[in-house]
T-cell receptor, first 113, second 109 residues
Framework: NAGVTQTPKFQVLKTGQSMTLQCAQD?????MYWYRQDPGMGLRLIYY???????DKGEVPNGYNVSRLNKREFSLRLESAAPSQTSVYFC????????????FGDGTRLSIL | EDKVVQSPLSLVVHEGDTVTLNCSYE??????LLWYKQEKKAPTFLFML????IKKKSGRLSSILDKKELFSILNITATQTGDSAIYLC?????????FGAGTRLFVKA
């Protein structure tokens, strides 16, 4: 019963480096989401995928790209990391397409120096 | 403006106390209001409220929604140290879901 699995759990990058955050869910959910959580702010949606084969921008997409590789996997890529992207990133999923997220991964804590 | 405001931002209580967490929102057209508990890692779902005046209850936790006054409250009775967490109020709306910043609750033994 893994639910939503994110890797890595922690990462430190230098400004300008690139990296991909991985997310996989084993619940056969249709929709998947990437959020970032910053101190004093609620989770903000970066990108989402309503269903396999589709992706759309959320509230704060700049500086990120995503890939819905298959129904299970939804990755988030930072092409050229910036200190403003230091945050905790959560992947989430929901069974019903377009509904609010039900299950969250444990998060990736990303620091950019 | 479409936002969710939670109060207080943080709260320290003693075991056995009762706490009330507040959530107000500014958009009337939405499907549901949700509460999550976030301990060290992933938020976990507590309640989903869709109708005014109907109290949802799970053990020592309960929540109610007032769609007319645009707020919700989460009550925790007989608090325990395990209740220490950030409580997130969320205005549901599929891909337009809006999260509040959360109330950080610390329960002292």
């Amino acid at each position: 019963n893994a639910g939503v699995t994110q890797t890595p759990k922690f990462q430190v990058l230098k400004t300008g480096q690139s990296m991909t955050l991985q997310c996989a869910q084993d619940m056969n959910h249709n929709s998947m989401y990437w959020y970032r959580q910053d101190p004093g702010m609620g989770l903000r949606l970066i990108y989402y995928s309503a269903s396999e084969g589709t992706t759309d921008k959320g509230e704060v997409p700049n500086g990120y790209n995503v890939s819905r590789l298959n129904k299970r996997e939804f990755s988030l890529r930072l092409e050229s990391a910036a200190p403003s992207q230091t945050s905790v990133y959560f992947c989430a999923s929901s069974e019903v397409e377009g509904s609010q997220p039900q299950h969250f991964g444990d998060g990736t804590r990303l620091s950019i120096l | 403006e479409d936002k969710v405001v939670q109060s207080p931002l943080s709260l320290v209580v003693h075991e056995g106390d009762t706490v009330t967490l507040n959530c107000s929102y500014e958009v009337t057209n939405f499907r549901s209001l949700l509460w999550y508990k976030q301990e060290k890692k992933a938020p976990t779902f507590l309640f989903m409220l869709t109708s005014s005046g109907i109290k949802k209850k799970s053990g020592r936790l309960s929540s109610i929604l007032d769609k007319k006054e645009l707020f919700s409250i989460l009550n925790i009775t007989a608090t325990q140290t395990g209740d220490s967490a950030i409580y997130l109020c969320v205005r549901g709306g599929g891909f337009k879901t809006i999260f509040g910043a959360g109330t950080r609750l610390f329960v002292k033994a």
